[in-house]
């Protein structure tokens, strides 16, 4: 398997042009431009968006076979992708804010089903990590552990 794909966060091209994802972008862009930092405050604007994308689902389509299934896979492509990767542009647009750690898009890491589906996760942006040992007063044994190291006024 390839190396994992490390890319700078943000929504991709399914959210940002399906018309089914208009509810769902309006919202991200608006949480992307306030200052919203825990769901608490997003959780109403999020019911609000997800009750608007359901309630503007065709319940059939209509035109000729070819514009049926472009339709089709309009709406596949909102349901599948547009919904998952808003949500979690939004979930990490919060955990930036509340940890002051960047986030990434992280594809094609070990543990995808088939060579040909890309997860997408999000991991933090690179920092530096120190190695120290710590003796466990339970057993006097020594142990490894990983500990960021704190930048000059950071968190």
């Given at each position: 398997?390839?190396?994992?794909?490390?890319?700078?966060?943000?929504?991709?091209?399914?959210?940002?042009?399906?018309?089914?994802?208009?509810?769902?972008?309006?919202?991200?862009?608006?949480?992307?431009?306030?200052?919203?930092?825990?769901?608490?405050?997003?959780?109403?604007?999020?019911?609000?968006?997800?009750?608007?994308?359901?309630?503007?689902?065709?319940?059939?389509?209509?035109?000729?076979?070819?514009?049926?299934?472009?339709?089709?896979?309009?709406?596949?492509g909102a349901l599948q992708n547009g919904k998952?990767?808003?949500?979690?542009?939004?979930?990490?647009?919060?955990?930036?804010?509340?940890?002051?750690?960047?986030?990434?898009?992280?594809?094609?890491?070990?543990?995808?089903?088939?060579?040909?589906?890309?997860?997408?996760?999000?991991?933090?942006?690179?920092?530096?990590?120190?190695?120290?040992?710590?003796?466990?007063?339970?057993?006097?044994?020594?142990?490894?552990?990983?500990?960021?190291?704190?930048?000059?006024?950071?968190?």
């Open positions: 398997m390839d190396a994992p794909r490390i890319a700078p966060r943000g929504p991709r091209s399914v959210l940002l042009t399906n018309p089914y994802c208009v509810p769902l972008r309006f919202m991200y862009e608006e949480v992307e431009s306030g200052a919203s930092t825990s769901w608490n405050q997003v959780e109403d604007r999020f019911l609000s968006a997800m009750f608007e994308f359901d309630s503007n689902l065709p319940a059939a389509f209509v035109g000729d076979e070819d514009t049926k299934k472009q339709q089709s896979k309009g709406l596949s998952g990767d808003w949500f979690n542009n939004l979930i990490a647009v919060l955990l930036e804010r509340c940890s002051q750690v960047e986030t990434l898009y992280l594809d094609r890491f070990p543990g995808s089903s088939s060579l040909s589906t890309t997860l997408t996760a999000f991991t933090p942006a690179p920092r530096p990590v120190r190695l120290s040992s710590a003796r466990s007063e339970d057993d006097g044994n020594a142990e490894a552990r990983q500990q960021p190291e704190r930048e000059a006024g950071g968190a």
